[in-house]
């Protein structure tokens, strides 16, 4: 069964850097379309990220536009979501989620593999 493992969230001062990673098991993120997504208190789970497999279309949020850079390991197997300037509004449980079936998915939240997600936490 694919897994995806999610790390690398924490508390982090206005204007700090995460860099979160999401560790594939069962499946080729190179081959999968990938998401990162975030749910923040009081709000809906909202697109972050997202990206295509290799060949790398990428698209982001407009709200992360030039603060955010998703990426991925093929070595690794693993992919990346690197914030800088964080925001109090960035706080939120951030989710990765892949589709081996689909090369882009960026339009959807219906993939059918989710890690369990890592906590972001931007005091004001």
């Known amino acids: 069964q694919p897994q995806l493992v999610e790390s690398g969230g924490g508390l982090v001062r206005p204007g700090g850097s995460l860099r979160l990673s999401c560790a594939a098991s069962?499946?080729?993120?190179?081959?999968?379309?990938i998401g990162w997504f975030r749910q923040s208190p009081g709000k809906e789970r909202e697109r972050v990220s997202c990206?295509?497999?290799?060949?790398?279309?990428?698209d982001y949020a407009d709200s992360v536009k030039g603060r955010f850079t998703i990426s991925r390991d093929r070595a690794k197997n693993t992919a990346y979501l690197q914030m800088n300037d964080l925001t109090p509004d960035d706080t939120g449980v951030y989710f990765c989620?892949?589709?081996?079936?689909?090369?882009?998915?960026?339009?959807?939240?219906?993939?059918?593999?989710w890690g369990q997600g890592t906590q972001v936490t931007v005091p004001s």
């Open positions: 989620a892949a589709d081996p079936q689909t090369r882009w998915k960026c339009g959807s939240e219906e993939y059918p593999y």
């Open positions: 990206m295509s497999t290799v060949g790398g279309d990428i």
């Open positions: 069962g499946l080729v993120l190179d081959f999968a379309a």
